[in-house]
């Protein structure tokens, strides 16, 4: 049956069965409006152990971690024709949920239906390798086997296409799962898990739990049960996961934050770099993990940059995702509306000076929304906080440089390193900026672009590990040593 409308209750799934959990119910909230979206469930600590014992059953005693690679493979088509016969209804509440525009949320769940199909192509490859170790009676093989109970804990920004980085491969490898969305943006992911099920994933493969970190994350990272986790959101909960995770040994993979610069050289066109600076920096309202949050320009192009930047980002069109003249949705809460209003306030006492935005909104049809202007601060400092750290929301910082060793000096000054672009017209120049830059993907010439063959991930405080690509499958994968002695005598190393 396709999916109409948002999610209804039960909305956890654990063991192969929707259930209503120990934690009550919510109302999710649409950041446009505030008009309750959806009410779904919560887990308690209870569901989550439930949860683990499920994920672990189904991996100890059940089919799927031995199921031949075709037959996974093909689940994973199975769930890329649903979704292609859900797409309009899971981007429409995924506009709902994240206030992002409908134009982007369609793109999203292209790219998730391309993960699942990619992931499918790379499972249906997969094979163990013979290690020749020139002894006749000898076969030695090497074999990726699936890592265990894995717990999937993943962000608000692209609730969708981030649990799709992460499911699509862990299945692929034929683990099981523990899935943990934002509890801000939750919907979508359990449509997901109806896709799944209605694919047929069997019984205890693939629970959903939702809810809190503290409450329904944290005991994830703690339990003994399972193996592995696999973690997108911020910095300090990505080191709070870190720790947590080491009582029991858990493999661990997380995808952090970003601070990520765009170096623009005076020989890029003026209109070429004011618009891809202005996308680089306020898609889906900056709260992307991959954001150009750092415009690094060029002495000579500087002003006039900064000038066409200022007057093109005052007239991005914000309003409602579903409105297809809107150009930027709200942000994704007040929080993170409260978070941005203070680095902006923090660039102004430190002295950063104000070219555009830095308020929310006159329109009164935006009042109940979490809207805020795009906004520009040039003749900022290396030591401002809003050069430094990550505001994940609608600010774009502008540095100046005079040489090309500066401006790589510049880009790699953070302790992130996650996405970063260069543009120029000099090929050469451009290729040594791009090898110098210290970021975990490099654009040159363009920004944003990903597919799902490329590995995705940061360097330094971005994370560890890779998301996409063969990379990704690996990471749920161990790869298991088998000796075989076909003709067996004794060591005679001890005399017996
Ligand atoms: P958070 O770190 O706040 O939360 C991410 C997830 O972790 C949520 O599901 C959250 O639950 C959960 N969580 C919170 N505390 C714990 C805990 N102690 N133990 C286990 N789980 C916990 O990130 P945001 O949701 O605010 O997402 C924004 C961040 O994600 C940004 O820093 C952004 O850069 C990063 N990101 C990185 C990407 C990458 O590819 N590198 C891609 C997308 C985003 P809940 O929120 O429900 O409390």
């Given at each position: 049956?396709?999916?109409?409308?948002?999610?209804?209750?039960?909305?956890?799934?654990?063991?192969?069965?929707?259930?209503?959990?120990?934690?009550g119910?919510?109302?999710?909230?649409?950041?446009?409006?505030?008009?309750v979206?959806?009410?779904?469930d919560?887990?308690?600590?209870?569901?989550?152990?439930?949860a683990?014992?499920?994920?672990r059953?189904?991996?100890?005693?059940?089919?799927w971690?031995?199921?031949?690679v075709?037959?996974?493979?093909?689940l994973?088509?199975?769930?890329?024709?649903?979704?292609?016969?859900?797409?309009?209804?899971i981007?429409r509440?995924?506009?709902?949920?994240?206030?992002?525009?409908?134009?982007?949320?369609?793109i999203?769940?292209?790219?998730?239906?391309?993960?699942?199909?990619?992931?499918?192509?790379?499972?249906?490859?997969?094979?163990?390798?013979i290690?020749?170790?020139?002894?006749?009676?000898?076969?030695?093989?090497?074999?990726?086997?699936?890592v265990?109970?894995?717990a999937?804990?993943?962000?608000?920004?692209?609730?969708?296409?981030?649990?799709?980085?992460?499911?699509?491969?862990?299945?692929?490898?034929?683990?099981?799962?523990?899935?943990?969305?934002?509890?801000?943006?939750?919907?979508?992911?359990?449509?997901?898990?109806?896709?799944?099920?209605?694919?047929?994933?069997?019984?205890?493969?693939?629970?959903?739990?939702?809810?809190?970190?503290?409450?329904?994350?944290a005991?994830?990272?703690?339990?003994?049960?399972?193996?592995?986790?696999?973690?997108?959101?911020?910095?300090?909960t990505?080191?709070a996961?870190?720790?947590?995770?080491?009582?029991?040994?858990?493999?661990?993979?997380?995808?952090?934050?970003?601070?990520n610069?765009?170096?623009?050289?005076?020989?890029?066109?003026?209109?070429?770099?004011?618009?891809?600076?202005?996308?680089a920096?306020?898609?889906?309202s900056?709260?992307?993990?991959s954001?150009?949050?750092?415009?690094?320009?060029?002495?000579?192009?500087h002003?006039?940059?900064?000038?066409?930047i200022?007057?093109?980002?005052e007239?991005?069109?914000?309003?409602?995702?579903l409105?297809p003249?809107s150009?930027?949705?709200?942000?994704v809460?007040?929080?993170?509306?409260?978070?941005?209003?203070?680095?902006?306030?923090s660039?102004?006492?430190?002295?950063?000076?104000?070219?555009?935005?830095?308020?929310?909104?006159?329109?009164?049809a935006?009042?109940?929304?979490?809207f805020?202007?795009?906004?520009?601060?040039?003749?900022?400092t290396?030591?401002?906080?809003?050069?430094?750290?990550?505001?994940?929301?609608?600010?774009?910082?502008?540095?100046?440089?005079?040489?090309?060793d500066?401006?790589?000096?510049?880009?790699?000054?953070?302790?992130?390193?996650?996405?970063?672009?260069?543009?120029?017209?000099?090929?050469?120049?451009?290729?040594?900026?791009?090898?110098?830059?210290?970021?975990?993907?490099?654009?040159?010439?363009?920004y944003?672009?990903?597919?799902?063959?490329?590995?995705?991930?940061?360097?330094?405080?971005?994370?560890?590990?890779?998301?996409?690509?063969?990379?990704?499958?690996?990471?749920?994968?161990?790869?298991?040593?088998?000796w075989?002695?076909?003709?067996?005598?004794p060591?005679?190393?001890?005399e017996?």
């Amino acid at each position: 049956m396709p999916s109409v409308g948002p999610p209804q209750r039960p909305s956890l799934f654990v063991g192969g069965t929707w259930t209503s959990g120990s934690g009550g119910a919510v109302d999710v909230h649409n950041p446009f409006d505030g008009s309750v979206v959806a009410t779904i469930d919560q887990a308690g600590p209870d569901d989550v152990i439930r949860a683990v014992a499920a994920a672990r059953t189904a991996f100890d005693t059940g089919p799927w971690p031995t199921t031949p690679v075709a037959e996974r493979a093909a689940l994973l088509r199975r769930v890329a024709e649903l979704l292609v016969r859900d797409k309009e209804e899971i981007a429409r509440v995924e506009t709902l949920d994240t206030g992002k525009t409908l134009k982007e949320s369609r793109i999203d769940v292209d790219d998730v239906t391309a993960v699942f199909r990619y992931y499918a192509d790379l499972a249906d490859k997969e094979a163990g390798r013979i290690v020749d170790v020139g002894l006749a009676h000898v076969v030695s093989r090497v074999v990726p086997v699936p890592v265990g109970v894995c717990a999937l804990i993943t962000p608000w920004n692209y609730p969708l296409l981030q649990l799709s980085w992460k499911v699509a491969p862990c299945l692929a490898a034929g683990n099981t799962c523990v899935i943990k969305p934002s509890e801000v943006t939750p919907l979508t992911s359990i449509m997901l898990v109806h896709l799944l099920e209605e694919a047929g994933v069997p019984e205890g493969v693939v629970n959903l739990v939702l809810g809190d970190g503290p409450t329904v994350g944290a005991p994830l990272t703690e339990h003994d049960d399972v193996d592995m986790v696999s973690f997108t959101g911020g910095l300090a909960t990505g080191q709070a996961i870190i720790r947590a995770s080491a009582t029991t040994v858990k493999r661990v993979a997380v995808e952090l934050g970003g601070k990520n610069p765009n170096v623009v050289f005076a020989d890029t066109p003026l209109d070429l770099a004011a618009d891809w600076a202005i996308t680089a920096a306020f898609l889906h309202s900056g709260q992307v993990c991959s954001a150009g949050a750092r415009l690094i320009v060029e002495d000579a192009l500087h002003d006039e940059l900064v000038a066409e930047i200022a007057r093109r980002a005052e007239r991005i069109r914000l309003g409602n995702g579903l409105d297809p003249a809107s150009e930027c949705g709200p942000l994704v809460s007040a929080a993170q509306l409260a978070k941005i209003e203070d680095y902006v306030a923090s660039a102004l006492a430190e002295g950063a000076r104000l070219v555009c935005g830095g308020r929310r909104p006159d329109d009164p049809a935006l009042k109940d929304g979490f809207f805020y202007r795009p906004t520009v601060f040039a003749d900022v400092t290396r030591d401002m906080r809003v050069v430094r750290e990550e505001t994940f929301g609608p600010i774009l910082t502008v540095e100046r440089f005079t040489t090309e060793d500066e401006a790589i000096a510049l880009a790699n000054d953070t302790h992130y390193g996650l996405a970063g672009a260069v543009w120029t017209a000099d090929q050469a120049r451009a290729h040594r900026v791009a090898s110098a830059l210290r970021h975990g993907t490099v654009w040159i010439n363009d920004y944003h672009p990903y597919v799902p063959g490329a590995e995705w991930g940061g360097m330094g405080r971005s994370g560890n590990g890779r998301e996409l690509g063969p990379t990704g499958l690996a990471e749920y994968q161990e790869h298991k040593h088998v000796w075989h002695n076909t003709a067996p005598e004794p060591a005679g190393w001890f005399e017996g």
